[in-house]
Nanobody
Framework: QVQVVESGGGLVQPGDSLRLSCTVS????????AGWYRQTPGKQRELVAR???????DYSDSRKGRVTISQVSAKRTMYLQMNSLKPEDTAIYYC?????????WGQGTQVTVSS
């Protein structure tokens, strides 16, 4: 069974940077796409960034310029680099992997931005 595991969340101060990692295991098939989403209490999960074929990227307008998504295909690992973090970036961040048309989610990693 495909497993998606996020890591790298934590408590940071405004203006800090943070890099989230996502590792996909237990699949012999390549990743078609991958993405990072965020969710806050009482709100729907929303897109932060996506990457297709390990190269083409897409970002939400609200975070474009402050986040960068990347993928190391050989390691089935994706990263989300977040810079100049703000309190409103506080959320649970989820990784989604698409393999052969199926979408798989991780359990999420909490990011808290507070002074």
């Amino acid at each position: 069974q495909v497993q998606v595991v996020e890591s790298g969340g934590g408590l940071v101060q405004p203006g800090d940077s943070l890099r989230l990692s996502c590792t996909v295991s237990a699949s012999i098939f390549p990743l078609t796409a991958a993405g990072w989403y965020r969710q806050t209490p009482g709100k729907q999960r929303e897109l932060v960034a996506r990457i297709y074929g390990g190269r083409t990227t897409d970002y939400s307008d609200s975070r474009k310029g402050r986040v960068t998504i990347s993928q190391v295909s050989a390691k089935r690992t994706m990263y989300l680099q977040m810079n100049s973090l703000k309190p409103e970036d506080t959320a649970i961040y989820y990784c989604q992997a698409t393999i052969r048309g199926e979408k798989y989610w991780g359990q999420g990693t909490q990011v808290t931005v507070s002074s």
